[in-house]
Antibody, heavy 121, light 108 residues
Framework: QVQLVQSAYELKKPGASVKISCKTS????????INWVRQAPGQGLEWVGW????????TYAQGFTGRFVFSVDTSASTAYLQISGLKAEDTALYYC??????????????WGQGTMLTVSS | DIQMTQSPSSLSASIRDSVSITCRAS??????LNWYQQKPGKAPKLLIY???SLQSGVPSRFSGSGSGTDFTLTISSLQPEDFATYYC??????????FGQGTKLEIK
């Protein structure tokens, strides 16, 4: 079945970098964009941006430019989110989600289980 | 950016009640409105797309309506598994996609 499996948990110090993975299976990886969504503790959902797997072309939401970088490895059907210069406020759950299409509407139809990133000294 | 505002922020109801959650967009989004359900410790799950179309596998007690700027998610005959947080999302303007702040549905 279609699945997105993420790296589970990351604990990093301020100023460090992290690379979160999102391994896909059950569908053609290059056919659908991958979105990244952040959920701070006890908060709602915030779109970080998306990456087009067949080109690697990323789009970042405002506020997520500079330190956030999306990449893909098409041979491994995996998308990555790298965050550099980590700050305490980056502490959150990060989800990847497939950008599917339902009757002409873009939907986040399949989600990874989430990666909990904790930034603490 | 298109702002999405949900109301109420939280809601208490009993099993077999019917409840409605509203979502208002800051500008016209036609019917480019999706609803997601999130349970504690789990990823969100797509319930409704295109304002009123039920995602495959979602029970028919969930329904959506609206167009333009005002939308409603209705859950009829609440079941124990329906107590969760619900988010609306607009897909009219994809850069950026935006979500409502969420509505937490709790058991009374």
């Amino acid at each position: 079945q279609v699945q997105l499996v993420q790296s589970a948990y990351e604990l990093k110090k301020p100023g460090a970098s992290v690379k979160i993975s999102c391994k896909t299976s059950g569908y053609t990886f290059t056919s659908y964009p991958i979105n990244w969504v952040r959920q701070a503790p006890g908060q709602g959902l915030e779109w970080v941006g998306w990456v087009i797997p067949n080109t690697g072309n990323p789009t970042y939401a405002q506020g997520f430019t500079g330190r956030f970088v999306f990449s893909v490895d098409t041979s491994a059907s995996t998308a990555y989110l790298q965050i550099s210069g980590l700050k305490a406020e980056d502490t959150a759950l990060y989800y990847c989600a497939r950008d599917g299409a339902a009757a002409g509407h873009d939907v986040f139809d399949i989600w990874g289980q989430g990666t909990m990133l904790t930034v603490s000294s | 950016d298109i702002q999405m505002t949900q109301s109420p922020s939280s809601l208490s109801a009993s099993i077999r009640d019917s409840v409605s959650i509203t979502c208002r967009a800051s500008q016209n989004i036609d019917n480019y409105l999706n609803w997601y359900q999130q349970k504690p410790g789990k990823a969100p799950k797509l319930l409704i797309y295109g304002a009123s179309s039920l995602q495959s596998g979602v029970p028919s007690r969930f329904s959506g309506s609206g167009s333009g700027t005002d939308f409603t998610l209705t859950i009829s005959s609440l079941q124990p598994e329906d107590f969760a947080t619900y988010y609306c999302q607009q897909s009219y303007s994809k850069i950026p996609y935006t979500f409502g702040q969420g509505t937490k549905l709790e058991i009374k």
